[in-house]
């Protein structure tokens, strides 16, 4: 039994790794490799009698899932019945109960493991010249996503209050630590959005702990408070964002490095009710912060050498931090993780996961194309990787080991080809030119009006 279970985690491990590039000896070294993958499993995986879905392919089909056009359980169940076939192994019936099952058994933690190692591992590979000076760039922001309208959903992730009950949408707020260099999500957590204490401040205060010693954090203008700035630099790291609306910046005070560009000191806010008055007082009384302006936009920093950060070079470091914006619509629109489709809280916290885990695999493809052909990842195409992965998927997976390396070459050196058009400074209205079909707005609950166009029909209503 032992034998057969290492063996069937070799031969998963095989074809996923193959479906998305990690070759042995293509550049990287191999993350999903069996060894890793089964001390995953081991870690938190769940003992189990040989199934129809056993969890590495559950996962495998999972990802290939929110990777598809289709996303349906159907489509997978198909493909499932196409594999066993062409591996001489019995047919299986078509139903998707058997599949739903197996994603209700997945450990979560395993999408989520296997998300992070992937994604340090790629962060962590980035050459020198992906980095901003040598340092390691980590962008936050948060962003908000919907689900289907069920109880469990409600409980967990409340839709918002100004709606009535009935007529919205359970919503859950997901904050990230995404890679500068690389695009990988590196950490991530989802809570509800529900009011104050559930803004983005909330996730990156939990996130702090992942930042390592000189890493830069990069974030907006809303994070720009005293105890995030204390907190990234109590871990080593430092910091780069606008300034906070509410705080004045006045630069007649402080320490003068050049025009509009001094070190001031801020002070320690007041003791939130919450906190214990000895916590509080493990706290510094001020912290040294760097303010400066370029064109307009006050930026503050924890670096304080101009010679190593320049306000230029700050200026055009805070630009990027757009990159966050493009990933998000990138995870929500070509992963169509804006409206999630599981029914309940286990279930979506797994289709999130398995998301973002199928973000960095596809994210790591692009990273190894990118270093082939000597080009940074984040001027590739994420959605024409996407693309040819998914129409290279069952060749990947059937091309015998002799003829693998050629087929990865190739792919790889046509996804280096999907460069994206240089747009400089580009302006886009936020506003759709195609009107929506003309009709009414559901203004009550969908049960009261299946009841109202049932009584229509028996002319129960005038």
Same mark, same amino acid.
């Given at each position: 039994m032992k034998d057969t279970k290492v063996e069937r985690i070799r031969q998963g491990a095989a074809m996923l790794r193959r479906q998305f590039l990690h070759g042995d000896g293509i550049l990287f070294d191999p993350v999903l490799d069996a060894p890793t993958l089964a001390t995953v499993l081991d870690a938190h995986g769940k003992p189990n009698r040989e199934r129809l879905y056993p969890p590495l392919d559950t996962l495998r089909l999972f990802i290939g899932q929110v990777l598809s056009a289709d996303r349906a359980c159907q489509d997978v169940v198909g493909r499932r019945l196409s594999e066993r076939l062409a591996q001489g192994q019995s047919a299986n019936?078509?139903? /998707?109960? +058997?599949?739903?099952? !197996? @994603?209700? %058994?997945?450990?979560l933690a395993l999408p989520v493991a296997l998300g992070v190692t992937l994604g340090a591992q790629l962060e962590s590979l980035a050459p020198k010249h992906w980095r901003w000076q040598g340092r390691t760039v980590k962008l936050f922001d948060g962003t908000t996503v919907s689900m289907p309208d069920t109880p469990d959903n409600?409980? !967990?992730?409340?839709? *918002? #209050?100004?709606q009535k009950p009935g007529l919205g949408f359970p919503i859950a707020r997901?904050?990230? $630590?995404?890679?500068?260099? *690389?695009?990988?999500?590196?950490?991530?957590?989802?809570?509800?959005?529900?009011?104050?204490?559930?803004?983005?401040? +909330?996730?990156?205060?939990?996130?702090?702990?992942?930042?390592?010693?000189?890493?830069?954090l990069l974030a907006d203008a809303l994070l720009a408070t005293w105890w995030i700035v204390e907190g990234a630099s109590r871990?080593?790291?430092?910091?780069?964002? !606008?300034?906070?609306? #509410? #705080?004045?910046?006045?630069?007649?005070?402080? +320490?003068?490095?050049? =025009?509009?560009?001094?070190?001031v000191q801020w002070p320690r806010p007041p003791k939130p009710k919450t906190m214990r008055a000895e916590d509080y007082a493990r706290y510094p009384e001020f912290i040294a912060m760097r303010e400066l302006e370029?064109?307009? %936009?006050?930026?503050?920093?924890?670096?304080?050498?101009?010679?190593f950060a320049a306000p230029r070079a700050l200026d055009a470091l805070y630009r990027m931090r757009w990159n966050i914006e493009v990933d998000f619509r990138t995870i929500k629109i070509t992963l169509q993780m804006d409206v999630l489709r599981c029914k309940s809280? +286990?279930?979506?916290?797994?289709?999130?996961?398995?998301?973002?885990?199928?973000?960095? $695999?596809? @994210?790591?493809?692009?990273?190894?194309?990118?270093?082939? /052909?000597?080009?940074?990842?984040r001027v590739l195409s994420f959605t024409g990787a996407k693309r040819l992965l998914a129409a290279f998927s069952d060749q990947l997976r059937r091309t015998p080991s002799m003829?693998?390396?050629a087929v990865i070459a190739t792919v790889l !050196? *046509?996804?280096?080809?999907? =460069?994206?058009?240089? @747009?400089?400074? #580009?302006?886009?209205?936020?506003?759709?030119? @195609?009107?929506?079909?003309n009709l009414p707005l559901l203004t009550v609950p969908r049960e009261v009006a299946r009841e109202f166009i049932r009584a229509q029909r028996l002319n129960r209503v005038p």
């Open positions: 019936a078509l139903n /998707t109960g +058997s599949y739903c099952d !197996a @994603r209700q %058994r997945l450990p409600q409980q !967990a992730y409340p839709q *918002s #209050r100004e997901i904050g990230a $630590l995404i890679g500068l260099a *690389s695009g990988a999500v590196l950490r991530y957590q989802v809570a509800a959005c529900e009011g104050k204490g559930t803004g983005e401040q +909330s996730p990156l205060a939990n996130l702090l702990p992942h930042l390592n010693t000189g890493d830069v871990r080593g790291a430092d910091v780069v964002m !606008a300034q906070h609306g #509410r #705080r004045l910046t006045d630069f007649t005070r402080g +320490s003068k490095l050049g =025009k509009k560009d001094h070190v370029v064109d307009g %936009r006050i930026l503050v920093t924890t670096l304080l050498d101009p010679g809280q +286990s279930m979506v916290e797994k289709e999130i996961a398995v998301c973002l885990l199928a973000y960095n $695999l596809v @994210r790591w493809a692009m990273a190894k194309a990118a270093e082939l /052909t000597d080009v940074l990842p003829q693998i390396g !050196a *046509s996804i280096a080809t999907l =460069k994206l058009p240089h @747009r400089p400074d #580009r302006i886009e209205p936020r506003a759709k030119k @195609r009107r929506p079909k």
